[in-house]
């Protein structure tokens, strides 16, 4: 079964307005970690935010922050006030367990902001 | 800080050869990931290494794929002989072990083409 699942393979926002990329999960362990990675056409994976299976509060980065809603497994990642250089793949990611470090990673949405 | 270094960033090869990719983490981060990213797919890890040791290599091919990684620092990946489904972008990412977080980080790739 997908650990991971984003099902919008891509996305049109105008620049200046939010936009929320959609991420579920699968995990029968209680702890967990979702982090969210850009893509840019150049290659690297860019680390934008993460959020603990144990957080109270939904994780905020600048203009970056996700919308965790643990009981129907979901990790949203919402960015605010687009800019052109956003245009980029977003990968949604989850660590499982305490002492594990690996990712499992999502398909990706790729986003495009417009002018 | 110095990000994860790997090199080639390109490499096109015929099918059947052998290839090798180098890949230099952060200093100071003991866990070394080698994942393997198909055009518009999310990355998958091929192995995970803790020091100079392999935590999982369960994903990775063994009768053609095989990975390195000496005193703990460097690690090189290698596919011998490579076949057309090879083609990919490979990403190596370094973590350390602190906090909750255990962020990656990650190389800016090496992307193989068999031809």
């Known amino acids: 079964a997908q650990k991971i699942t984003q099902t919008q393979p891509g996305m049109f926002v105008q620049e200046k307005e939010a936009v929320t990329l959609d991420c579920t999960y699968d995990t029968s362990d209680p702890s967990y970690g979702l982090f969210w990675y850009k893509q840019p056409s150049s290659g690297e994976m860019i680390f934008l935010i993460y959020q603990g299976s144990y957080d109270q509060q939904n994780a905020t980065e600048g203009r970056y922050s996700l919308n965790f809603q643990k009981a129907r497994k979901s990790a949203n990642l919402v960015i605010s006030a687009s800019q052109l250089g956003d245009s980029a793949m977003y990968f949604c990611a989850m660590r499982e367990g305490r002492y594990d470090y690996k990712l499992s990673f999502g398909a990706g949405t790729t986003v495009t902001v417009r002018a | 800080e110095a990000g994860v270094a790997q090199s080639p960033r390109y490499k096109i090869i015929e099918k059947r050869q052998s290839v090798a990719f180098w890949c230099n983490p952060i200093s100071g981060h003991a866990t070394l990931y080698w994942y393997q990213q198909i055009l518009g797919q999310g990355p998958k890890l091929l192995i995970q290494?803790?020091?100079?040791?392999?935590?999982?290599d369960s994903q990775l091919p063994k009768d053609r794929f095989s990975a390195e990684r000496l005193k703990g620092v460097d690690s090189t990946l290698k596919i011998q002989p490579a076949k057309l489904e090879d083609s990919a972008v490979y990403l190596c990412a370094s973590s350390y072990g602190q906090g909750a977080i255990r962020k990656a980080f990650f190389g800016q790739g090496t992307r193989l083409t068999v031809v």
């Open positions: 290494f803790q020091n100079n040791g392999v935590v999982d």
